[in-house]
């Protein structure tokens, strides 16, 4: 007699069948990955390829153009003694033409800009102060980009910087230029804060400076979400998720030390539409938020090897004239808390639709595309390689007169 299998026994058969399925899954599962590797292998010696064609021009760039701005900046130092304000009217003209070879690099590889809010050109020759959203290093080149088309503003700008800055290879034309190293941590705070009012008074004025760029969240926002929550939950603050409570020591130093008083102690402003406005010190304060698709946001090491797809940052910029900012240290904390907390759902609106919500006054949302011009990237790339040229066989000249 054949033995009959039991119900829900496989046949020996189809047990073998069934035994052997997984390791055949397997065997295509590996090669359709095979299949695939094989056939994105071009694309990505291609991207590779390109990286590493991008980190040499941007090697050769830093070689050309930083000692090249240090040279020039050393050969008019007798213009500096003759007409101070035409000698750093020239330095900044050449710092802004660095910082647009570093935007040039976000440029190419397709890292664009869309900007919403309101437009900041109309008060780019008043003097400002920017406060900026911080989740990475590609923050402070996003903003060399869509500050680019804004005038001479880049020309007459501070930025306040993490002091790590400080021994990167831009670091010695920041401190050519005047901006400020900030050096984190509560043992610090204080002495930094004395040493950034002593800044302001050495250099803001008499460098003719317009604008301050100002990170007051105080790190990026993965290093400083944890503890600004923690913050939030004893205190009773609102609990927030995009962006951080901000740090108020360094705005209340800046406000402090450049708005003008008028005769009656309140402080000198307007309103955005009056840019005729003959006051003088500070009178804007420009509310910033950098938003990046998917909260995915670009650091410095995808600007320069450009391994990223093309991808569109947005801004968003609201204008709050200086008359309306209360000056008050508690008045000005509970300010600046309401700005990041508006900062908050900003954000999350972005995130949810893929743009900003409407502004006052508007029916749809209105945003503008932030270009650069290629003709311009050209001519100050140019003129970097070719200062370069010319700097290396003068100091090769004089070397040969002397030795």
Same mark, same amino acid.
């Given at each position: 007699?054949?033995?009959?299998?039991?119900?829900?026994?496989?046949?020996? #058969?189809?047990?073998?069948?069934?035994?052997?399925?997984?390791?055949?899954?397997?065997?295509?599962?590996?090669?359709?990955?095979? #299949?695939?590797?094989?056939?994105?292998?071009?694309?990505?010696?291609?991207?590779?390829?390109?990286?590493?064609?991008?980190?040499?021009?941007?090697?050769?760039?830093?070689?050309?153009?930083?000692?090249?701005?240090?040279?020039?900046?050393?050969?008019?130092?007798?213009?500096?003694?003759?007409?101070?304000?035409?000698?750093?009217?020239?330095?900044?003209?050449?710092?802004?033409?660095?910082?647009?070879?570093?935007?040039?690099?976000?440029?190419?590889?397709?890292?664009?800009?869309?900007?919403?809010?309101?437009?900041?050109?109309?008060?780019?020759?008043?003097?400002?102060?920017?406060?900026?959203?911080?989740?990475?290093?590609?923050?402070?080149?996003?903003?060399?980009?869509?500050?680019?088309?804004?005038?001479?503003?880049?020309?007459?700008?501070?930025?306040?910087?993490?002091?790590?800055?400080?021994?990167?290879?831009?670091?010695?034309?920041?401190?050519?230029?005047?901006?400020?190293?900030?050096?984190?941590?509560?043992?610090?705070?204080?002495?930094?804060?004395?040493?950034?009012?002593?800044?302001?008074?050495?250099?803001?004025?008499?460098?003719?400076?317009?604008?301050?760029?100002?990170?007051?969240?105080?790190?990026?926002?993965?290093?400083?979400?944890?503890?600004?929550?923690?913050?939030?939950?004893?205190?009773?603050?609102?609990?927030?998720?995009?962006?951080?409570?901000?740090?108020?020591?360094?705005?209340?130093?800046?406000?402090?030390?450049?708005?003008?008083?008028?005769?009656?102690?309140?402080?000198?402003?307007?309103?955005?539409?009056?840019?005729?406005?003959?006051?003088?010190?500070?009178?804007?304060?420009?509310?910033?938020?950098?938003?990046?698709?998917?909260?995915?946001?670009?650091?410095?090491?995808?600007?320069?090897?450009?391994?990223?797809?093309?991808?569109?940052?947005?801004?968003?910029?609201?204008?709050?004239?200086?008359?309306?900012?209360?000056?008050?240290?508690?008045?000005?904390?509970?300010?600046?808390?309401?700005?990041?907390?508006?900062?908050?759902?900003?954000?999350?609106?972005?995130?949810?639709?893929?743009?900003?919500?409407?502004?006052?006054?508007?029916?749809?949302?209105?945003?503008?595309?932030?270009?650069?011009?290629?003709?311009?990237?050209?001519?100050?790339?140019?003129?970097?390689?070719?200062?370069?040229?010319?700097?290396?066989?003068?100091?090769?000249?004089?070397?040969?007169?002397?030795?």
């Amino acid at each position: 007699m054949t033995a009959t299998p039991r119900r829900g026994t496989p046949a020996p #058969a189809l047990r073998r069948r069934l035994q052997s399925a997984p390791a055949e899954k397997g065997r295509t599962d590996s090669k359709v990955r095979m #299949a695939v590797t094989l056939e994105e292998a071009p694309w990505l010696g291609w991207i590779l390829l390109r990286a590493l064609m991008r980190f040499a021009f941007m090697v050769a760039n830093n070689l050309v153009a930083i000692p090249s701005y240090i040279c020039y900046v050393i050969i008019l130092q007798p213009l500096r003694v003759l007409d101070s304000k035409r000698f750093w009217y020239i330095e900044g003209i050449m710092y802004k033409w660095l910082l647009g070879m570093v935007a040039s690099w976000g440029w190419y590889a397709g890292y664009t800009v869309m900007e919403w809010g309101e437009d900041i050109k109309a008060i780019s020759k008043d003097e400002a102060v920017m406060l900026v959203n911080h989740q990475a290093t590609g923050d402070v080149c996003t903003l060399m980009m869509c500050l680019q088309d804004k005038g001479l503003v880049v020309a007459q700008m501070m930025w306040l910087m993490d002091h790590i800055f400080k021994y990167t290879n831009f670091g010695i034309v920041s401190l050519l230029h005047g901006d400020f190293f900030i050096r984190q941590g509560r043992a610090y705070r204080d002495q930094q804060l004395l040493l950034l009012k002593r800044h302001l008074e050495n250099y803001y004025r008499s460098r003719d400076r317009k604008w301050i760029v100002l990170f007051p969240e105080g790190g990026f926002l993965r290093k400083r979400r944890e503890t600004s929550q923690a913050f939030a939950k004893k205190n009773n603050l609102p609990f927030l998720t995009h962006v951080t409570l901000p740090r108020c020591g360094a705005t209340k130093i800046i406000l402090s030390e450049l708005v003008a008083r008028q005769e009656n102690g309140s402080p000198a402003g307007g309103d955005a539409k009056e840019l005729g406005s003959k006051s003088k010190g500070l009178q804007w304060i420009i509310d910033t938020t950098i938003a990046y698709p998917k909260a995915e946001p670009i650091d410095i090491q995808t600007w320069i090897l450009g391994y990223r797809k093309p991808t569109v940052t947005h801004v968003h910029y609201r204008i709050f004239p200086i008359k309306d900012v209360p000056l008050e240290t508690d008045d000005l904390t509970n300010w600046l808390y309401q700005r990041f907390i508006e900062k908050e759902d900003l954000l999350s609106h972005f995130y949810e639709t893929g743009a900003f919500p409407l502004s006052k006054g508007h029916k749809e949302a209105v945003s503008r595309e932030m270009t650069l011009s290629n003709m311009w990237i050209f001519l100050i790339q140019s003129f970097a390689f070719l200062s370069g040229y010319m700097w290396y066989n003068i100091i090769q000249y004089f070397y040969h007169c002397l030795f």
